[in-house]
């Protein structure tokens, strides 16, 4: 009676965790929670009661129980250990899970979790970016008993708000960001990022920068497409910028990086010292390319670009300099802004943003010296 007491109890919490039972309405009715539980109704009674006690329900004579405090039900989840949060990765990311940005942010939401004592369920988001229609239900999240999701890389609005809306659960976008003022979001200062990026050229005595990103641009690179731009403008240099490089959609790897270097080699480089790379694959890939055309990096050319996973290969040379955010540290912000989420439903809307760090290695010549 004990074990399966406490089963219909978690089973109740969860419900109420999860917003399916939200703070202020009265449960369903005792047949109901007996469907929901497959527990006897003695049973049932004998949870309701318990959670009666522990202040997460009051009961109403001749009307039925009403839930009191949902906070405190996403709390005695977390203490007996029974919390289920997914880790959702959109199929069309490269590898899934695997792919290095994605394993450094689950790194720091493992992290979290460990400490939390929360169970974290890996799914694939089936999406991909051809797709206007498509469906959800093999995630299956309320027969996983799922009570929260973080959403994980760039996805386009309509694919996030459609994922919100089926999943029933508190959900926070992890290294995205949404115009819904309702969502909460956690994502890289890209914006930001870039502008750090091209300061760091002006200060080398740079002023004749391009660019190479790909078009029509990604969530992530369109941020940093405006933050080059908006640096470039309040440093009075838009006029200056020699040529913007964009590639296919899907260009944004090594070997797009290395294309767009050899079209660059072919067409010549319109004056330009230094070229940002709106991802570091992109400047690995551009920086192959210009090593072997015979350029001599950064005696010749300049280059910088965002992001640290590939440009973390000791086997790169020279070191490619970069500006790039602390992923691990991301999945970390993640999880809690989910956790304060699931207590606390009306901290709906906020958006943190990670600020990046440059990383100075050996691709950028200093034109002061």
Not at 11 to 28: K, S, Y
Not at 30 to 59: H, K, M, P, W
Not at 75 to 98: C, D, K, M, N, S
Request: glycine share 8%; net charge positive.
């Amino acid at each position: 009676m004990k074990t399966k007491c406490l089963s219909s109890k978690h089973q109740v919490l969860q419900e109420i965790a999860g917003r399916r039972m939200a703070e202020g309405t009265f449960l369903p009715s005792i047949r109901e929670l007996e469907s929901l539980t497959r527990a006897s109704r003695q049973t049932v009674y004998f949870a309701l009661r318990e959670l009666t006690e522990d202040g997460v329900l009051e009961s109403i004579p001749r009307r039925g129980y009403r839930v009191l405090n949902a906070q405190l039900a996403g709390e005695l989840l977390t203490r007996t250990g029974e919390v289920q949060i997914a880790y959702v990765v959109p199929r069309w990311i490269q590898h899934g899970a695997a792919n290095p940005a994605c394993t450094h942010i689950l790194a720091g939401a493992e992290a979290q979790a460990a400490r939390a004592k929360v169970n974290l369920v890996y799914l694939t988001l089936p999406w991909q970016p051809d797709e206007t229609r498509f469906s959800l239900r093999s995630l299956a999240l309320k027969s996983r008993r799922i009570t929260g999701a973080m959403l994980v890389g760039p996805t386009p609005d309509f694919v996030a708000e459609r994922f919100i809306a089926a999943a029933g659960v508190p959900v926070v976008l992890l290294d995205n960001v949404s115009d819904y003022a309702s969502t909460v979001c956690v994502s890289q200062d890209n914006l930001s990022g870039a502008a750090r990026a091209v300061r760091h050229l002006f200060e080398k005595g740079h002023r004749r920068i391009g660019m190479i990103s790909v078009k029509p641009r990604k969530m992530r690179l369109n941020e940093r497409f405006a933050g080059f731009h908006a640096e470039m403008h309040r440093l009075r240099l838009l006029d200056q910028i020699p040529f913007v490089k964009e590639m296919e959609w899907d260009a944004d790897t090594q070997e797009g990086g290395f294309q767009a270097a050899t079209e660059l080699l072919r067409d010549g480089f319109n004056g330009a010292s230094a070229i940002l790379a709106l991802n570091d694959a992109i400047g690995v890939g551009a920086l192959r390319a210009f090593e072997q055309a015979g350029l001599r990096i950064p005696r010749d050319l300049s280059l910088i670009a965002i992001g640290n996973e590939a440009a973390a290969d000791p086997l790169v040379r020279p070191a490619l300099t970069t500006v790039a955010a602390d992923l691990g540290r991301l999945g970390e912000l993640g999880f809690m802004a989910l956790r304060q989420y699931m207590r606390n439903p009306d901290c709906g809307g906020q958006t943190t943003l990670l600020g990046m760090t440059l990383f100075e290695r050996d691709s950028v010549r200093d034109l002061n010296i």
